[in-house]
């Protein structure tokens, strides 16, 4: 079935810093994959989308990666801030005439001040 | 609002009720979407439709769980005979429909069932 895994452990760092965070997904050929971010609280907010055509895309202090080799997915802020803590979730979709969008279980990510 | 609205934002109710939860998408989306999600994990896809029709119900745990969008508008989730399992909160979402369209989510439902 397929599977869609993220860093299980929140990732703390320090405000300033880069902060990365990975999904994996695996019996899957996603299409494109988008990123959402989730306040405690509150519905997701969509960030990124990423086609399997496009090995980069960047938007402010937002960079996605998708290499549909390693099956992976790289989520980059950088020049981080206390405002960006949050929980960030990967949905990877199959596109087509199938759009049902599964999401993983997402990154908590604590930037300290 | 222009956004996705979810009513109630809270639901308590008792093992073996029955509950209804309502989303209303944004005007012109075609597409809507219900998850469930449990504290610490990501949201857990359940239903879709577009327009009136579910066009994947695949999610759905077993037949106490039925949802409907009669006008292809509203869209109301309903929980026959609930278990203390249900607690958890209900994200509707909507979007323009086929393609790579963003979800646009809704507060959602936080149902607890005692």
């Known amino acids: 079935s397929q599977k869609i895994e993220q860093n299980s452990e929140a990732l703390n760092i320090q405000e300033g810093k880069t902060a990365t965070l990975t999904c994996n997904y695996t019996?899957?050929?996603?299409?494109?994959l988008q990123w959402y971010r989730q306040d405690p609280g509150r519905g997701p907010v969509f960030l990124l989308l990423?086609?399997?055509?496009?090995k980069e895309k960047r938007k402010e202090r937002l960079k996605v990666t998708f290499d549909t080799t390693l099956k992976q997915s790289l989520f980059h802020i950088t020049a981080s801030q206390p405002a960006d803590s949050a929980t960030y979730l990967c949905?990877?979709?199959?596109?087509?005439?199938?759009?049902?969008?599964?999401f993983g279980t997402g990154t908590l990510l604590a930037v300290q001040p | 609002g222009a956004g996705v609205s979810q009513t109630p934002s809270n639901k308590v109710t008792e093992k073996g009720k029955y509950v209804e939860l309502r989303c209303d998408p944004i005007?012109?989306?075609?597409?809507l979407y219900w998850y469930r999600q449990s504290l610490g994990q990501g949201p857990e896809f359940l239903i879709y439709?577009?327009?009136?029709?579910?066009?994947?119900d695949s999610g759905l745990p077993n037949d106490r769980f039925f949802a409907v969008r009669p006008e292809g508008s509203v869209s109301t989730l309903k929980i026959q005979r609930t278990e203390r399992g249900d607690s958890a909160v209900y994200l509707c979402?909507?979007?323009?429909?086929f393609g790579t369209g963003e979800l646009f989510f809704g507060e959602g439902s936080r149902l607890t069932v005692l």
């Open positions: 979402a909507s979007s323009l429909g």
């Open positions: 019996n899957y050929s996603p299409a494109y």
């Open positions: 990423i086609r399997e055509n496009e």
């Open positions: 949905a990877p979709r199959k596109g087509g005439a199938t759009n049902k969008l599964i």
């Open positions: 005007s012109g989306h075609t597409a």
């Open positions: 439709f577009q327009g009136t029709g579910a066009a994947d």
